[in-house]
């Protein structure tokens, strides 16, 4: 195994793996010269037009290159490059070596059988972490085909990893074992709907090889979309709000500001354009955002346009022209539109947001135990607040503004979107949100 290179700054993932975004060859060419006392030395072959793609890669919490997960995740870039694809794969191996750094394991840690392996320990990490409703309460972190996806890419992966030397399956070495299964064709009673019914005249079944690892994620109770959702009350908004502070020296403070009032996607808060920041002038801001026009990653690519309060943008242009903020800018070698910079001008990871909102979470539940939201509440918060001040201020169905939800949260279609609405249709989170804004109202009246 060659050498691990620092890949990023060693403060990149603040100690934790995370993922960096690059631009490398599609189809690399090199050959290796013999120096003296038998060294090999890699010569990288300069391609007068090469094909450029963008990947994910993993790195360490120390910032070095994680050789094996890039190795594989290099592999699928050839044949598989676009985008959400990759994040995929990565964001699978960014869970696997996440879990595996936290209880003390590495790929390495498989022996003859199978269930104590690290494949099998990690499927069952998952499994105690899915997604599920007990006694009418949403518990678990991952969807249930979230959760299978990261297992089967894991499978492909230590197959990679056979394949390319870097393990080697033996008696000894059993991360997972397959099976053979044959399907039969069956005929209905419609001519078209038949299971297997594209196979050639004479074929009554087929015969397919699977590990049964995905097995038990498919009897776990599947949660409706809406009941998934666990958008800030406007109280523990209010919390989270008072325990970001004023003082946004701090970026990563207003961040979540911004994210929570916006309605903004993690790589989209991260990336927000510096282009778009202004002294406001009404009460509601309208920026428009996407990677080709300024820089944003947007969910796809896709432009389009968002709604940013007076006080938020007053705060995010006060910021801009910030002294702190331009020292380290001028410090970034690299040319780019980001708002929000670090020390050394370059901007946030997505990892590093996660974890000061870890941080954050923990400083309100000392004086508040059940206040327990994660970076991605930000998001519903904002639509199911959306949804019912817009509701109070036009007397519309939350129906009725489906489709102007849809623009700002940047969804392709209303299926997506309206999760938020069958939300706040639910009777009792009306109530809930009824009962909280009647509170608030007394409360300021009688102050």
Request: aromatic share 12%.
């Amino acid at each position: 195994m060659g050498k691990q290179k620092r890949m990023v700054a060693q403060s990149f993932g603040g100690g934790d793996y995370s993922i960096v975004r690059t631009t490398v060859n599609k189809y690399p060419k090199c050959f290796f010269e013999t120096e003296e006392k038998d060294k090999h030395k890699a010569i990288v072959i300069k391609q007068e037009a090469p094909i450029l793609i963008d990947i994910p890669l993993l790195c360490d919490g120390r910032g070095r290159n994680v050789i094996p997960a890039n190795l594989y995740i290099r592999s699928k870039a050839r044949f598989s490059p676009d985008e959400k694809t990759l994040k995929d794969y990565a964001q699978a191996l960014l869970a696997f070596y996440r879990y595996m750094s936290i209880d003390g394991f590495n790929i390495y840690d498989v022996g003859s059988e199978k269930e104590n392996g690290v494949v099998y320990k990690f499927r069952d990490f998952l499994l105690e972490n899915v997604k599920r409703e007990v006694d009418g309460e949403l518990q678990g972190i991952y969807a249930p085909s979230t959760a299978s996806s990261y297992v089967l890419k894991v499978v492909d992966f230590y197959n990679f990893l056979n394949a390319s030397k870097i393990v080697e399956f033996s008696d000894s070495f059993v991360p997972f074992e397959y099976k053979t299964k044959s399907i039969q064709k069956r005929n209905s009673a419609r001519r078209n709907n038949r299971k297997l019914g594209h196979l050639e005249r004479g074929m009554d079944k087929i015969v397919v090889k699977t590990t049964e690892l995905t097995k038990p994620f498919g009897k776990k109770q599947a949660v409706a979309p809406h009941k998934k959702l666990t958008p800030m009350t406007e109280d523990y908004k209010a919390i989270f709000i008072e325990a970001l502070g004023d003082d946004f020296s701090e970026p990563k403070n207003l961040m979540l500001k911004l994210a929570v009032e916006s309605g903004l996607r993690l790589e989209e808060f991260t990336t927000f354009p510096e282009s778009e920041v202004q002294d406001p002038q009404a009460e509601i801001v309208k920026c428009t955002i996407g990677e080709v026009r300024n820089g944003c990653r947007t969910k796809f690519d896709k432009e389009r346009t968002i709604e940013v309060p007076y006080e938020t943008m007053n705060e995010l242009n006060q910021y801009r022209l910030s002294v702190a903020r331009n020292n380290a800018r001028n410090k970034s070698l690299v040319p780019h539109n980001c708002l929000f910079v670090k020390s050394d001008g370059y901007p946030y990871s997505t990892n590093t947001l996660e974890k000061h909102f870890e941080e954050i979470r923990l400083k309100i539940r000392k004086k508040h135990p059940d206040w327990y939201y994660t970076v991605h509440d930000l998001r519903a918060t904002f639509a199911t607040h959306w949804l019912y001040n817009k509701h109070l201020e036009t007397g519309m169905l939350f129906d009725a503004l489906m489709e102007d939800l849809k623009e700002l949260m940047g969804h392709a279609d209303t299926s997506t979107t309206e999760k938020y609405v069958k939300y706040m249709n639910t009777q009792e989170n009306w109530f809930k949100f009824a009962r909280l804004q009647n509170k608030l109202a007394s409360k300021h009246l009688n102050s």
